[in-house]
């Protein structure tokens, strides 16, 4: 009996140590206790049994059992007698039914103190990376891009104007989790700036919203910018990353996730993270050659971009255009596979939300440029934003599907969340930027909300050393300013939208544009969006060879920047800036 103890012992000490460690580093790290989720603790510890853990320590206690054999034969074997006797310690009854009921210790504070979420909605929020408004047939595409993607639209709420608060992933996707703008919650780091700041744990995101409400929560992702590493995965209790996923593997794996828990009473909370529209573009059969039928190729990762900018590589109209089609079969190959799933979860389900949007567009030589996150364009800022739900959800909810040309911004997404499932947010955590569209989604009259947007990006050498930007978009205008705490401040934009939808023509230089300018600087300023941020730290996570891989072929990690300094030098298509001295 005494070895069984001692497997029980090793195994039980090697579950209650790990799962507690990383409870309590998520705990102490964060404002769980302030924020009134001091639960968490408890539920991230029931949570982390660790199978596969318990599996390697009772094999290393009977590696170590036999080891502890000889000694046994002869107790005076003295270099291994203080072995000897560890094992005897562990061995004994006592020390196995106190270590094992440690182990068991937050599985049953977990049980007794979960709240009782049953008969809340089920969440789903479906991210589709690099998707811009205009490439789904709905937003206004000459492909069919969508029809999946639309047909859930109609039978739901489409948005048509939706503002992303950044032009890139981290920021934006931040944004999206935590109902905040990107210098509020401060995830903004690239590579190139050499600093890799995380979604801090003083940021309350909604996994633990969901978390402490009694929800199961998961993640699936495949962009690197979402890992675990830069802090995406605090509130999910499951947290799966893998950058070389494509869409059908994160699929399988949120499958897989939804099986096993098909005994669990709680409602749960995903978000799955679709990578597939980022370059490089890869379609696979049927998809490749939908759109693009001609014998022209063309290829973009991260180090044809980077060089594309500093003018070692040329890429023609027609190469563009080859890029910007496959893009499209990207997209149609997400419609296929991403609109199925949301069908199949909305028919098997009649308790579930469904959100599915994009973080940002991206650049196809409308502005003298490739890629994104170099400026603050509407092909990188407008974005698809869609709610379905399943009917009898819709009935009790009072909620009206409808197309909404309103504009609203991707920071309403969590708060509407919030609020369809009726969850409170603690007065003690991070104010929310966002408002809830659950008035839109009840069919009541409801007006464009003014949307600020941001990027640190320090600008593109084919748009001219504009650095870090902040813009304004209300009603039909648009306005864009250089940070003006940074060495590129006093440089403006001025766009009429509604005479100039492509913001090709500056109208901040002329007299006649004043009053309007003035109007939306002062907007701009009093929204309290507009941020000094601090400067980045000295410190940066290290990344593992596979997400610096993964980093550099996506463009995240060979950022080519302006020289400080540099003279104004303008692409075709990209807009000279003003300014005031």
């Not at 929020?125 to 205009?134: E, K």
């Not at 499951?238 to 939804?258: P, V, Y």
């Not at 496959?326 to 799933?341: A, C």
């Not at 300018?517 to 400067?535: D, H, R």
Request: hydrophobic residues 40%.
């Amino acid at each position: 009996m005494g070895r069984f103890f001692f497997i029980v012992s090793s195994t039980a000490l090697a579950s209650a140590l790990i799962g507690a460690w990383r409870a309590w580093v998520a705990f102490s790290s964060g404002l769980w206790s302030e924020f009134g989720d001091g639960l968490l603790f408890w539920f991230t510890w029931g949570e982390n049994l660790g199978f596969d853990r318990l599996w390697m320590a009772a094999a290393l206690a009977l590696v170590v059992l036999a080891i502890d054999l000889p000694v046994q034969r002869n107790p005076q074997f003295a270099p291994f007698r203080w072995f000897h006797r560890l094992v005897l310690y562990f061995s004994a009854l006592p020390v196995a039914a106190s270590l094992l009921a440690l182990a068991v210790l937050p599985v049953a504070v977990s049980s007794a103190m979960q709240p009782d979420a049953q008969g809340k909605p089920d969440v789903l929020v479906i991210l589709l990376d690099t998707v811009r408004a205009d490439a789904l047939t709905r937003g206004g595409c000459e492909h069919n891009t969508s029809p999946r993607l639309d047909a859930l639209a109609a039978q739901g709420a489409g948005f048509s104007q939706t503002v992303a608060q950044s032009s890139w992933t981290k920021p934006s996707v931040a944004t999206l989790l935590t109902g905040r703008t990107p210098s509020h919650h401060l995830a903004v780091g690239r590579p190139a700036v050499n600093f890799f700041p995380n979604l801090e744990n003083n940021q309350r995101v909604l996994a633990e919203a969901y978390a402490i409400e009694g929800y199961d929560t998961c993640a699936i992702s495949s962009n690197p910018n979402i890992a675990s590493a830069f802090g995406f995965a605090q509130g999910f209790f499951q947290f799966s990353e893998n950058f070389s996923w494509r869409a059908d593997d994160i699929l399988e794996t949120g499958n897989e996730w939804l099986d096993g828990r098909q005994n669990d009473d709680r409602p749960f909370f995903m978000y799955m993270h679709f990578n597939d529209a980022h370059y490089p573009y890869r379609p696979i059969a049927p998809y490749q050659g939908m759109f693009n039928k001609g014998d022209l190729e063309a290829q973009l990762d991260g180090r044809s971009e980077s060089a594309f900018r500093l003018g070692e590589r040329d890429y023609s109209v027609e190469e563009v255009e080859v890029l910007k089609l496959k893009f499209y079969e990207q997209i149609r190959f997400l419609d296929d596979r991403v609109g199925g799933f949301v069908e199949e979860q909305l028919a098997n389900n009649d308790n579930l939300i469904v959100v599915i949007c994009a973080d940002h567009g991206e650049e196809f030589l409308e502005h003298g440029d490739l890629g994104h996150g170099h400026s603050l364009y509407d092909e990188l800022i407008l974005v698809p934003l869609q709610f379905s739900w399943s009917a009898k959800l819709g009935e009790r909810l009072g909620l009206k599907a409808g197309a909404h040309p309103e504009q609203v911004r991707l920071m309403d997404v969590m708060p509407t969340l919030l609020e369809l499932t009726d969850l409170d947010w603690p007065a003690a955590a991070p104010k929310l930027d966002g408002e809830s569209l659950l008035p839109f989604l009840l069919g009541k009259p409801e007006q464009d909300r003014p949307a600020f947007s941001e990027s640190d990006h320090p600008g593109s050498p084919l748009s001219g050393p504009a650095g870090p930007l902040r813009s304004w978009r209300e009603g039909q205008w648009k306005y864009i300013e250089s940070d003006r705490w940074s060495s590129s401040a006093d440089r403006i934009w001025l766009f009429d939208l509604k005479q100039d939808k492509g913001e090709t023509r500056n109208l901040a230089g002329q007299p006649t544009y004043g009053p309007q300018l003035l109007s939306l600087t002062q907007a701009l300023e009093s929204s309290g969006w507009l941020v000094n941020k601090p400067q980045a730290p000295s410190a940066h996570t290290m990344l593992h060879n596979a997400m610096s891989a993964s980093m550099e072929e996506l463009g995240y990690a060979g950022d080519v920047a302006p020289e400080e300094g540099a003279t104004a030098e303008f692409a075709p298509g990209a807009v000279p800036w003003f300014s005031q001295d």
